[in-house]
Nanobody, 114 residues
Framework: QVQLVESGGGLVQPGGSLKLSCAAS????????MGWFRQYPGKERELVAGISSSGRTNYADSVKGRFTISRDNVKKTLYLQMNSLKPEDTAVYYC????????WGQGTQVFVSS
């Protein structure tokens, strides 16, 4: 049974930083592509950043240069370093494990406000 547990969300002022973590269990973590998505109220989830099993990354244009996705295959953990946060980054952030089927975490709320 694959489980993904996000943490690290919270309230931060504009311009601040947060680091999200996603702890995985129940799979051979290193084999699968992983991603961070976010969801605004009433909207569909959108890709924020992805990382392949080999470490290749891709980012949404809106976060390029501000967010960094990384993975630690030994710790089976996915990270999202978010810098220079803006109010429009306020959303629920989810991690996803790809592969033959997708698995999602429960989400963590990020709130950017002064």
């Amino acid at each position: 049974q694959v489980q993904l547990v996000e943490s690290g969300g919270g309230l931060v002022q504009p311009g601040g930083s947060l680091k999200l973590s996603c702890a995985a269990s129940g799979s051979i973590f290193s084999l699968y592509p992983m991603g961070w998505f976010r969801q605004y109220p009433g909207k569909e989830r959108e890709l924020v950043a992805g990382i392949s099993s080999s470490g290749r990354t891709n980012y949404a244009d809106s976060v390029k240069g501000r967010f960094t996705i990384s993975r630690d295959n030994v710790k089976k953990t996915l990270y999202l370093q978010m810098n220079s946060l803006k109010p429009e980054d306020t959303a629920v952030y989810y991690c996803k494990q790809g592969g033959a089927r997708d698995y999602w975490g429960q989400g963590t709320q990020v709130f950017v406000s002064s």
